[in-house]
T-cell receptor, first 115, second 115 residues
């Protein structure tokens, strides 16, 4: 149990375009999901906390207008990178918080390359 | 402020050697959780252990063991008789229970096990 999927697993897009990444909890409901970004050989940096039915909470330094987060249901959160630039190229990982467990279940990640 | 320090950036060992990955944390909370995750080259985070701040018992799971020392704010991870498949980046993380349970990750330790 406690499986989280991400789609797509990798994507290449041109500079200036927008890309949407989906994060789904497959066998449980998650009121809270998290979005992380990981640059090569670096740690995971939390970008935002996504709460079902409300606005996401962004970490300091993360542009909310550039990284749009929507958590419209208890099993789906989406991250849209708008007007992508090469510096947005990174590994994006989502996680879903299990109810009452204090444990986050991580998705397999999405590798974004902006050319 | 919460912080996780993994001072070892990279460790190389030969197969069958024992290796210990260090993790030191800082928090003002009295209740918190500590985690270890493994990130193989594929990128997907693999959950290894979660430890409650009130439970200082050491834990052993197969070749893996964890030493939680509250007095020194450390949560070290030992792999006994290492194998090539153990090669990965290992992250220690601390949960911020006062802030939507978000995880604070250390910078990770890259372990390379050579045959």
């Amino acid at each position: 149990g406690a499986v989280v999927s991400q789609h797509p697993s990798w994507v290449i897009c041109k500079s200036g375009t927008s890309v949407k990444i989906e994060c789904r909890s497959l066998d449980f409901q998650a009121t809270t999901m998290f979005w992380y970004r990981q640059f090569p050989k670096q740690s995971l940096m939390l970008m935002a906390t996504s709460n079902e039915g409300s606005k996401a909470t962004y970490e300091q330094g993360v542009e909310k207008d550039k990284f749009l987060i929507n958590h419209a249901s208890l099993t789906l959160s989406t991250l849209t990178v708008t007007s992508a630039h090469p510096e947005d190229s990174s590994f994006y990982i989502c996680s879903a918080l299990g109810t009452g467990t204090y444990e986050q279940y991580f998705g397999p990640g999405t590798r974004l390359t902006v050319t | 402020a919460q912080k996780v320090t993994q001072a070892q950036t990279e460790i190389s060992v030969v197969e069958k050697e024992d290796v210990t990955l260090d993790c030191v944390y800082e928090t003002r909370d009295t209740t918190y959780y500590l985690f270890w995750y493994k990130q193989p080259p594929s990128g997907e985070l693999v959950f290894l252990i979660r430890r409650n701040s009130f439970d200082e018992q050491n834990e052993i799971s197969g070749r893996y063991s964890w030493n939680f020392q509250k007095s020194t704010s450390s949560f070290n991870f030992t792999i006994t008789a290492s194998q090539v498949v153990d090669s990965a980046v290992y992250f220690c993380a601390l949960s911020d229970l006062n802030n939507t349970d978000k995880l604070i990750f250390g910078t990770g330790t890259r372990l390379q096990v050579f045959p």
